[in-house]
T-cell receptor
Framework: DSGVTQTPKHLITATGQRVTLRCSPR?????VYWYQQSLDQGLQFLIQ???????AKGNILERFSAQQFPDLHSELNLSSLELGDSALYFC??????????????FGPGTRLTVL | GQNIDQPTEMTATEGAIVQINCTYQ??????LFWYQQHAGEAPTFLSY????GLEEKGRFSSFLSRSKGYSYLLLKELQMKDSASYLC??????????????FGTGTRLLVSP
Protein backbone atom coordinates (compact mmCIF):
# COMPACT_ATOMS: atom_id res chain seq x y z
CA ASP A 1 0.00 0.00 0.00
CA SER A 2 1.62 3.23 -1.19
CA GLY A 3 -0.48 5.49 1.04
CA VAL A 4 -1.99 7.23 -1.99
CA THR A 5 -5.73 6.69 -2.32
CA GLN A 6 -7.91 7.12 -5.37
CA THR A 7 -11.66 6.94 -5.80
CA PRO A 8 -13.58 5.52 -7.46
CA LYS A 9 -11.76 2.33 -8.44
CA HIS A 10 -13.96 1.81 -11.47
CA LEU A 11 -16.13 4.21 -13.43
CA ILE A 12 -18.37 3.42 -16.38
CA THR A 13 -20.06 6.25 -18.19
CA ALA A 14 -21.34 7.33 -21.59
CA THR A 15 -19.86 9.57 -24.25
CA GLY A 16 -20.48 13.24 -23.68
CA GLN A 17 -20.63 12.89 -19.91
CA ARG A 18 -18.45 14.47 -17.25
CA VAL A 19 -16.68 12.66 -14.40
CA THR A 20 -14.49 13.58 -11.45
CA LEU A 21 -11.64 11.43 -10.19
CA ARG A 22 -10.33 11.98 -6.70
CA CYS A 23 -6.89 11.48 -5.19
CA SER A 24 -5.53 11.82 -1.67
CA PRO A 25 -1.72 11.96 -1.48
CA ARG A 26 0.46 10.27 1.09
CA UNK A 27 0.53 12.04 4.42
CA UNK A 28 2.97 14.94 4.19
CA UNK A 29 3.34 14.92 0.41
CA UNK A 30 2.67 18.28 -1.20
CA UNK A 31 2.94 17.30 -4.87
CA VAL A 32 0.32 15.42 -6.84
CA TYR A 33 0.84 14.12 -10.38
CA TRP A 34 -1.83 12.76 -12.71
CA TYR A 35 -1.04 10.17 -15.38
CA GLN A 36 -3.15 8.48 -18.03
CA GLN A 37 -2.43 4.93 -19.18
CA SER A 38 -4.34 3.69 -22.20
CA LEU A 39 -4.34 0.06 -23.31
CA ASP A 40 -0.85 -1.01 -24.35
CA GLN A 41 0.50 2.48 -23.91
CA GLY A 42 2.89 3.95 -21.43
CA LEU A 43 2.06 6.31 -18.63
CA GLN A 44 1.38 9.74 -20.07
CA PHE A 45 1.88 12.70 -17.75
CA LEU A 46 -1.10 14.99 -17.57
CA ILE A 47 -0.56 17.60 -14.86
CA GLN A 48 1.19 18.32 -11.54
CA UNK A 49 0.10 20.36 -8.55
CA UNK A 50 2.25 21.47 -5.66
CA UNK A 51 0.65 22.81 -2.50
CA UNK A 52 -2.41 23.95 -4.37
CA UNK A 53 -0.73 25.47 -7.40
CA UNK A 54 -0.26 24.07 -10.89
CA UNK A 55 3.43 23.36 -11.48
CA ALA A 56 3.71 21.39 -14.71
CA LYS A 57 1.44 20.51 -17.56
CA GLY A 58 1.75 17.67 -20.06
CA ASN A 59 -0.37 16.85 -23.07
CA ILE A 60 -3.59 17.35 -21.18
CA LEU A 61 -6.66 17.91 -23.30
CA GLU A 62 -8.64 21.13 -22.89
CA ARG A 63 -11.63 19.00 -21.90
CA PHE A 64 -9.65 17.89 -18.84
CA SER A 65 -8.91 20.01 -15.81
CA ALA A 66 -7.59 19.46 -12.31
CA GLN A 67 -7.17 21.21 -9.03
CA GLN A 68 -5.60 20.65 -5.64
CA PHE A 69 -7.47 21.71 -2.54
CA PRO A 70 -6.18 23.21 0.75
CA ASP A 71 -6.26 19.75 2.37
CA LEU A 72 -3.98 18.64 -0.52
CA HIS A 73 -6.38 16.19 -2.11
CA SER A 74 -6.72 16.59 -5.85
CA GLU A 75 -9.46 16.11 -8.38
CA LEU A 76 -9.21 15.45 -12.11
CA ASN A 77 -12.26 16.50 -14.08
CA LEU A 78 -12.90 14.94 -17.47
CA SER A 79 -15.70 16.40 -19.59
CA SER A 80 -17.33 15.75 -22.97
CA LEU A 81 -16.01 12.24 -22.69
CA GLU A 82 -15.08 10.30 -25.80
CA LEU A 83 -14.48 6.59 -26.33
CA GLY A 84 -10.75 7.25 -26.53
CA ASP A 85 -10.71 8.60 -22.98
CA SER A 86 -11.18 5.07 -21.67
CA ALA A 87 -8.01 4.38 -19.69
CA LEU A 88 -6.45 3.89 -16.29
CA TYR A 89 -5.89 7.19 -14.53
CA PHE A 90 -3.19 7.19 -11.88
CA CYS A 91 -2.40 9.75 -9.27
CA UNK A 92 1.06 9.86 -7.71
CA UNK A 93 2.45 11.94 -4.89
CA UNK A 94 5.86 13.02 -3.65
CA UNK A 95 7.38 15.27 -1.05
CA UNK A 96 8.78 18.69 -1.84
CA UNK A 97 12.31 17.61 -2.78
CA UNK A 98 13.36 16.98 -6.35
CA UNK A 99 16.60 15.14 -5.73
CA UNK A 100 15.21 12.23 -3.80
CA UNK A 101 16.23 8.77 -4.86
CA UNK A 102 12.74 7.55 -4.14
CA UNK A 103 10.36 8.07 -7.03
CA UNK A 104 6.80 9.25 -6.61
CA UNK A 105 4.31 6.86 -5.03
CA PHE A 106 1.38 5.79 -7.17
CA GLY A 107 -2.20 5.24 -6.14
CA PRO A 108 -4.18 2.17 -7.25
CA GLY A 109 -5.73 4.03 -10.18
CA THR A 110 -9.22 4.65 -11.49
CA ARG A 111 -10.31 2.59 -14.47
CA LEU A 112 -12.54 4.71 -16.66
CA THR A 113 -14.67 3.05 -19.31
CA VAL A 114 -16.56 5.27 -21.73
CA LEU A 115 -19.34 3.50 -23.65
CA GLY B 1 12.00 16.75 -24.89
CA GLN B 2 12.63 13.20 -23.80
CA ASN B 3 12.52 9.94 -25.74
CA ILE B 4 12.75 6.55 -24.04
CA ASP B 5 13.02 3.18 -25.76
CA GLN B 6 12.55 -0.28 -24.29
CA PRO B 7 11.84 -3.68 -25.83
CA THR B 8 8.12 -4.39 -25.93
CA GLU B 9 8.22 -7.93 -24.60
CA MET B 10 10.66 -10.48 -23.21
CA THR B 11 10.34 -14.04 -22.02
CA ALA B 12 12.48 -15.94 -19.55
CA THR B 13 12.45 -19.08 -17.46
CA GLU B 14 11.97 -19.38 -13.72
CA GLY B 15 15.32 -19.28 -11.92
CA ALA B 16 17.11 -17.57 -14.81
CA ILE B 17 18.57 -14.06 -15.15
CA VAL B 18 17.10 -11.45 -17.48
CA GLN B 19 18.36 -8.01 -18.50
CA ILE B 20 15.89 -5.36 -19.64
CA ASN B 21 17.49 -2.50 -21.56
CA CYS B 22 16.43 1.12 -21.77
CA THR B 23 17.89 3.87 -23.93
CA TYR B 24 16.97 7.49 -23.56
CA GLN B 25 17.54 10.85 -25.21
CA UNK B 26 16.91 13.81 -22.97
CA UNK B 27 17.72 17.49 -22.90
CA UNK B 28 19.58 17.33 -19.61
CA UNK B 29 19.54 14.47 -17.10
CA UNK B 30 18.28 14.35 -13.55
CA UNK B 31 17.88 10.70 -12.65
CA LEU B 32 16.51 7.44 -14.05
CA PHE B 33 13.94 5.20 -12.39
CA TRP B 34 12.67 1.66 -12.83
CA TYR B 35 9.16 0.70 -11.82
CA GLN B 36 7.37 -2.63 -11.81
CA GLN B 37 3.72 -2.77 -12.84
CA HIS B 38 1.49 -5.83 -12.68
CA ALA B 39 -1.44 -5.75 -15.07
CA GLY B 40 -4.13 -3.33 -13.92
CA GLU B 41 -2.19 -2.33 -10.81
CA ALA B 42 -0.18 0.68 -9.69
CA PRO B 43 3.47 1.03 -10.69
CA THR B 44 5.79 0.34 -7.76
CA PHE B 45 9.26 1.79 -7.38
CA LEU B 46 12.19 -0.58 -7.94
CA SER B 47 15.36 1.44 -8.36
CA TYR B 48 16.96 4.80 -9.00
CA UNK B 49 20.22 5.79 -10.71
CA UNK B 50 21.66 9.25 -11.04
CA UNK B 51 25.39 8.43 -11.23
CA UNK B 52 27.06 5.95 -13.58
CA GLY B 53 27.37 2.42 -12.34
CA LEU B 54 25.46 -0.42 -10.80
CA GLU B 55 22.95 -0.20 -7.96
CA GLU B 56 22.10 -3.51 -6.35
CA LYS B 57 18.99 -4.24 -4.35
CA GLY B 58 18.43 -7.89 -3.57
CA ARG B 59 17.50 -9.82 -6.71
CA PHE B 60 17.22 -6.59 -8.70
CA SER B 61 20.09 -4.42 -9.96
CA SER B 62 20.07 -1.38 -12.19
CA PHE B 63 22.90 0.07 -14.25
CA LEU B 64 23.35 3.50 -15.76
CA SER B 65 25.71 4.98 -18.34
CA ARG B 66 24.94 8.67 -18.77
CA SER B 67 27.39 9.12 -21.66
CA LYS B 68 25.60 6.40 -23.62
CA GLY B 69 22.08 7.31 -22.55
CA TYR B 70 21.64 3.71 -21.46
CA SER B 71 20.34 1.80 -18.50
CA TYR B 72 19.43 -1.78 -17.77
CA LEU B 73 17.49 -3.61 -15.09
CA LEU B 74 18.86 -7.01 -14.13
CA LEU B 75 16.57 -9.53 -12.49
CA LYS B 76 18.18 -12.61 -10.96
CA GLU B 77 16.67 -15.89 -9.78
CA LEU B 78 13.46 -15.17 -11.62
CA GLN B 79 10.21 -16.11 -9.97
CA MET B 80 6.76 -16.49 -11.50
CA LYS B 81 5.61 -13.39 -9.63
CA ASP B 82 8.17 -11.34 -11.59
CA SER B 83 5.90 -11.58 -14.62
CA ALA B 84 4.96 -7.92 -15.03
CA SER B 85 5.74 -4.81 -17.03
CA TYR B 86 8.95 -2.97 -16.20
CA LEU B 87 8.88 0.75 -16.82
CA CYS B 88 11.94 2.88 -17.41
CA UNK B 89 11.46 6.57 -16.59
CA UNK B 90 13.57 9.71 -16.43
CA UNK B 91 12.99 12.63 -14.14
CA UNK B 92 12.15 15.70 -16.18
CA UNK B 93 15.13 18.07 -15.76
CA UNK B 94 12.83 21.02 -16.54
CA UNK B 95 10.66 20.13 -13.55
CA UNK B 96 13.28 21.42 -11.14
CA UNK B 97 12.76 20.41 -7.56
CA UNK B 98 9.98 17.93 -8.27
CA UNK B 99 9.39 14.34 -9.30
CA UNK B 100 7.66 14.57 -12.66
CA UNK B 101 8.69 11.41 -14.52
CA UNK B 102 8.60 10.68 -18.23
CA PHE B 103 7.99 7.00 -18.86
CA GLY B 104 8.85 4.62 -21.65
CA THR B 105 6.14 2.30 -22.90
CA GLY B 106 7.42 -0.51 -20.69
CA THR B 107 8.72 -4.03 -21.24
CA ARG B 108 6.31 -6.88 -20.58
CA LEU B 109 8.22 -9.79 -19.01
CA LEU B 110 6.73 -13.26 -19.05
CA VAL B 111 8.34 -15.81 -16.75
CA SER B 112 7.57 -19.42 -17.57
CA PRO B 113 8.09 -22.52 -15.38
Amino acid sequence: DSGVTQTPKHLITATGQRVTLRCSPRSGDLSVYWYQQSLDQGLQFLIQYYNGEERAKGNILERFSAQQFPDLHSELNLSSLELGDSALYFCASSGGGGTSGQGPFFGPGTRLTVL
Amino acid sequence: GQNIDQPTEMTATEGAIVQINCTYQTSGFNGLFWYQQHAGEAPTFLSYNVLDGLEEKGRFSSFLSRSKGYSYLLLKELQMKDSASYLCAVRDPQNTGFQKLVFGTGTRLLVSP
